[in-house]
């Protein structure tokens, strides 16, 4: 759904500039003065040690590139990662750690600005090596291994990496000690998150939240013993190690490197010179949900025991019909999310930062059910205002054009939620067309005037709709033929009668909403069942949320948010409601 025009423009600049003004400062590579602590001997340092590569460098004007000499001898082709700096400093800055790794046969591709937070410039290291890779005059000419791709950085560059992850080229991420403008739970493939004992510029409790949000993924935590936020600048100390190991397995499978890592006797396991080392189910699925070096207190324990136990209870059943294991099952869910900013989330923390246009939130339900289901890719294209024309074409937004939603289906997508049509039909302007603080006039202001002479105004619209909602579904049934479609309906936002003076809506006027939201919600359902495809219902299992509500019981909020939301959609509450509707939904059917 999407607010009204007339206060849209004044909303979205007041949000922007407290944004702007609110966004914590990026860590810097160089703020941070001490000589870094030296390090305990680690496990790691057998991938410290020099490759078997001389190095090359090639200087450009977007791109530094640390490549090996010889590259392509005997027809092998090289895997690549991509480089973000830390604010304010160029890849000179970390040029031994960036040597070291083409020395071991990796194509380095270092962007060269000094602010790759949300990892644009370093996706585009990918576009110049797949140009180059396809160019016979080029000396990367089908040398490049663009199949094994990965990401990482230090600081500002680490978050960029993260953000980098999230697209599908990626294969895995290492950042180090990441700064804090990234959406972990959109990550695709393994990844190692690296914090410094002793950095006070990106403290280690900010890189294991990201940590723990990166649980649709294999996820390892691992704090070097002694590391300041310096320790990265020139050989980056101890990482150096770490990440050379971590990006031999993870793309030139390298069983040995991978030891390093995973397995009941991993050599960070018990490292003395890594002073925490962590790994979640799915980075080593035999063991509980999280396998840290610090014992687990009884509390803890039983808790992991629980969310075990009511992971394998809810799996039986699709382990029993189709014969694999849950962890099987969720590997082979790939879900996309489309849709309008019901399902986006707008206002609520934390922003999804790679489309700040969209309003989106990396805690909606999409976000919240991939987590649940544990997906092995999970795409969210969601965005504040969007209609059905969105999905096929590009959408404007106050920050800048999107692409079209249904560019991110292809035929491996297994899974999509669709939750659109509101927006079409303009609904929102339905709630500031009926607010009524003083119960004036004292006829009713929105039922009598959309319903005359027979006619009712908004099922009209709601039946116009209908032919574009099959449009829709069919479209997405073609990009994403193995899909499994879910049609989304809207919640449950006034109950009929509504609560004036609380909600300046006129009884009359708030049954007549509550009847027209289901009156969609009907199409939407018929539609869905017309085209074959599924249908979920919130506004059953919202009933008793609505914005009538007090704070903490209420899913949706009213004209005066008490909780980050836009007026008239979800709060972060309703989401997590929303999320364990659509996931029991998306797991019955």
């Avoid at 031994?96 to 020395?103: D, E, I």
């Avoid at 050989?235 to 991978?258: E, S, V």
């Avoid at 394998?312 to 590997?331: D, F, H, I, Y």
């Avoid at 019981?553 to 509707?581: K, Q």
Wanted: glycine share 10%; with cysteine.
């Amino acid at each position: 759904m999407t607010w009204r025009r007339r206060i849209a423009g004044p909303l979205i600049a007041v949000v922007s500039a407290l944004t702007l003004i609110t966004l914590p400062a990026l860590p810097t590579a160089a703020a941070e003065r001490e000589e870094p602590a030296p390090a305990a001997k680690s496990a790691a340092a057998p991938w410290e040690d020099p490759g078997p590569y001389g190095v090359k460098v090639k200087i450009g004007l977007t791109h530094t590139f640390y490549y090996p000499d010889g590259m392509g001898d005997g027809g092998r082709t090289h895997p690549v990662i991509l480089w973000g700096n830390g604010t304010g400093v160029i890849p000179g800055v970390y040029s031994s750690l960036l040597r070291h790794w083409a020395g071991q046969g990796f194509i380095v591709a270092a962007a060269n600005t000094p602010n790759g937070n949300f990892g644009i410039s370093m996706l585009h290291g990918i576009d110049k090596l797949t140009d180059w890779n396809a160019d016979p005059s080029s000396e990367f000419h089908g040398r490049v291994d663009l199949a094994n791709i990965g990401a990482s950085g230090h600081s500002q560059g680490g978050s960029g990496a993260i953000n980098a992850g999230a697209d599908r080229r990626v294969k895995t991420t290492a950042p180090i000690q990441p700064g804090p403008l990234n959406s972990p739970s959109a990550l695709r493939g393994p990844a190692l998150f690296l914090a410094g004992e002793r950095d006070l510029i990106v403290p280690p409790a900010l890189v294991r939240s990201l940590y723990d949000h990166a649980d649709q993924v294999p996820a390892v935590y691992a704090e070097l013993k002694g590391a300041r936020h310096v320790t990265t600048v020139g050989d980056a100390g101890g990482f150096r190690g770490a990440t050379t190991a971590w990006f031999r397995h993870q793309l030139m499978g390298d069983a040995a490197a991978g030891a390093l890592f995973f397995g009941p006797d991993c050599g960070l396991c018990d490292d003395p010179a890594w002073s925490d080392f962590r790994r979640n189910s799915r980075a080593e699925p035999s063991t509980a949900a999280t396998t840290a070096k610090t014992a687990l207190t009884s509390a803890e324990a039983n808790t992991a025991t629980a969310a075990t136990g009511s992971t394998a209870t809810k799996a039986t059943k699709a382990t029993a019909t189709r014969a694999s294991t849950p962890q099987q099952q969720s590997e082979k869910i790939r879900y996309v999310a489309l849709g309008d900013s019901a399902a986006a989330g707008p206002l609520i923390l934390p922003p999804d930062l790679r489309q700040p246009g969209c309003l989106r939130t990396t805690r909606n339900y999409p976000a919240r059910t991939a987590r649940a289901l544990g997906t092995a890719e999970f795409t969210d294209v969601t965005c504040s205002s969007a209609r059905t024309t969105d999905l096929t074409d590009s959408q404007k937004t106050p920050l800048g054009p999107v692409p079209p939603q249904l560019d991110a289906l292809d035929a491996d997508t297994t899974l999509v939620t669709l939750h659109i049509g509101a927006n079409d039909i303009s609904l929102s302007s339905l709630m500031g067309d009926c607010l009524n603080p003083l119960r004036l006039p004292l006829r009713s202001r929105c039922a009598d005037t959309f319903q005359e002479n027979g006619r009712d105004q908004w099922k009209e619209r709601i039946a116009r709709l209908a032919p574009r909602i099959d449009d829709t579904i069919g479209a997405v049934k073609a990009r994403a033929p193995r899909a499994e479609v879910h049609v989304v309906g809207y919640g449950s936002y006034l109950p009929p009668g509504g609560c004036h003076p609380r909600v300046p809506i006129l009884p009359r006027d708030a049954t007549y909403i509550h009847s027209t939201i289901g009156h969609l919600n009907t199409m939407l359902e018929q539609r869905a069942a017309a085209q074959g495809v599924h249908y979920i219902d919130l506004a059953a299992g919202s009933t008793g949320h609505d914005v009538c509500r007090p704070p903490g019981t209420r899913w949706i909020e009213p004209y005066v948010p008490a909780s980050p939301a836009v007026p008239f959609h979800p709060n972060a509450l309703g989401m997590e409601g929303f999320a364990r509707i659509v996931t029991a939904a998306v797991t019955a059917a």
